[in-house]
């Protein structure tokens, strides 16, 4: 099995594990060239309707935003095992190798099952169209966007010359009742979305962040990409990202 073999947008059918199955989350994995990105969203999520920011919600429904993944990089295929690199992680830095033993049962459809953990998951590909993708960086944040037909997932998180740490302690500080206000705003300066592009404007359908969902979040220019974030506090932010590697080309984006 070639990289090639696997390009496209991906969604998941179903994952198991030991005492494990799941058939509710929104999975979209991307992949374009050797650059991949993925985001998944569960499907409880708190009722987010009049919240001017992250901050307004409750503890118990920030543990639920919190329960979303969201990671990104580059892989490596070794005969039929593919190794995802991830190079930003929305929870910070993984256990073990994200390393899967891949399977095609027909053309459109791939069969994973972990290699250094207990799992299976069953991917169905529904567009082969990947247009491009882009290694971004913006002072000491990395980002990637990958486009596949009018569908894109874009994340972005802190680059290795700042240490994110993992989000495990401030979840445990929610599931508790106890608020790290500092802490929370850190983790969600990092961000994942997948959406769609209108007239060179990327627009969200699902984000680690629901306030971001429904928004214009990415511009394309012949310099890079502008991302209009919402942090933790409500303030908008934008930031300007150069790319640093590019697969293929992304004129389809910005035409």
């Known amino acids: 099995m070639q990289v090639c073999d696997v390009q496209g947008h991906w969604r998941r059918d179903w994952l198991r594990a030991p005492g494990v199955e799941d058939r509710a989350t929104c999975v979209n994995w ?128 802190p680059s290795g010359a700042r240490d994110a740490g993992t989000s495990a302690a401030v979840m445990t500080a929610l599931e508790a009742g106890r608020r790290d206000e500092a802490a929370l705003a850190a983790h969600f300066e990092s961000a994942y979305v997948f959406g769609r592009w209108h007239r060179g404007s990327g627009v969200a359908i699902q984000a680690t962040n629901p306030l971001l969902e429904g928004e214009k979040v990415l511009t394309c220019n012949g310099k890079g990409v502008a991302f209009e974030h919402i942090a933790y506090d409500g303030k908008r932010k934008r930031l300007n990202f150069v790319p640093s590697t590019t697969e293929k080309t992304m004129s389809a984006v910005v035409a």
Request: hydrophobic share 40%.
């Open 30 to 157: 991307m992949q374009c060239g050797a650059l991949y990105a993925d985001i998944r969203i569960p499907a409880c999520r708190p009722e987010t309707r009049g919240a001017t920011s992250l901050a307004d919600l409750s503890s118990a429904a920030l543990l639920k935003v919190m329960r979303a993944e969201g990671f990104a990089g580059e892989i490596t295929l070794s005969g039929d095992v593919c190794t995802w690199k991830r190079e930003i992680d929305w929870h910070g830095p993984a256990k073990a190798p994200d390393t899967g033993k891949l399977e095609f049962t027909s053309e459109d459809s791939l069969l994973e099952t972990g290699v250094a953990a207990d799992y299976t998951e069953q991917w169905q590909r529904t567009d082969t169209v990947a247009d491009g993708a882009l290694r971004l960086s913006c002072g000491e944040w990395l980002g990637f966007l990958v486009t596949v037909g009018e569908r894109f997932v874009f994340g972005t998180g």
